[in-house]
């Protein structure tokens, strides 16, 4: 069975358009986060630095805990993320559910050549802490991880809610809330990012999903499908559908 076959031709380049525009606006949506390092530079700065200052001692004095953050952050670090998104997309369009495989590449491709972006206009250094417990390449705002573990279970939940009972999809979004803050928190702990770095991270990552489902959901009414609430129902409620006509 194949999902969303009606007015194709029209409908494919209609949803292609949408994903483009709600994409460059997720874009313009982290300016102020950018302007946010200059014009609130003190504050920022002064909170950045205790945290790092207090985390880098407990690391140094738990080296155990330590071993265990890396392994967590790399578990969880954007590549991890980036596979298991086309994974699913690839089952996806096994499925037939071509368009539904585009949104969740196109979100994750797109956050991620957001992130990279605004750490070149950024170009903010990372915290010198002494005796590293950890090192990373590159600039330091938003976070990568953050940004991609947001996006990485933020799509992969929106994606498998239509499949779940309702306690299911509340369980989905909590284990995906506690993975977002948790990889976050190893990014600050370990000394490769400062406070700031994993909030921009974050709220870039939500900004895109927010803005590529929005376009998705305004698409499938332009189809004739019902009104649906992707936090609630995900971005292809029908998708259920699709699961089972294969069986």
Known sequence: MRIGKGRQGHGDHGLGLRLTVASLAAALVMIPFSLLLVVAKMPVDGLDAEAARNLHEYALAHPDVT?????????????PWRLAVIAYAAWLLYKGALRLAAWAVTTVTVGGLLGLALKIIVARARPHLPDPVALAPGDSFPSGHAVNVTLGAGVIV????????????????????????????????????????????IVLGAAVIAATAAAFETWRRDQGRRPASPPAEGVEPELVRVTNARK
């Open 158 to 201: 929106l994606l498998v809610l239509p499949m779940l009972p309702r306690w299911g999809r509340a369980v989905a979004w909590a284990v995906a809330c506690f993975l977002v803050l948790s990889v976050g928190y190893t990014r600050i702990a370990l000394g490769v990012h400062w406070v700031s770095d994993v909030a921009a991270g």
């Open 67 to 79: 071993r265990f953050l890396i392994v967590w952050t790399d578990l969880f670090g954007p590549w």
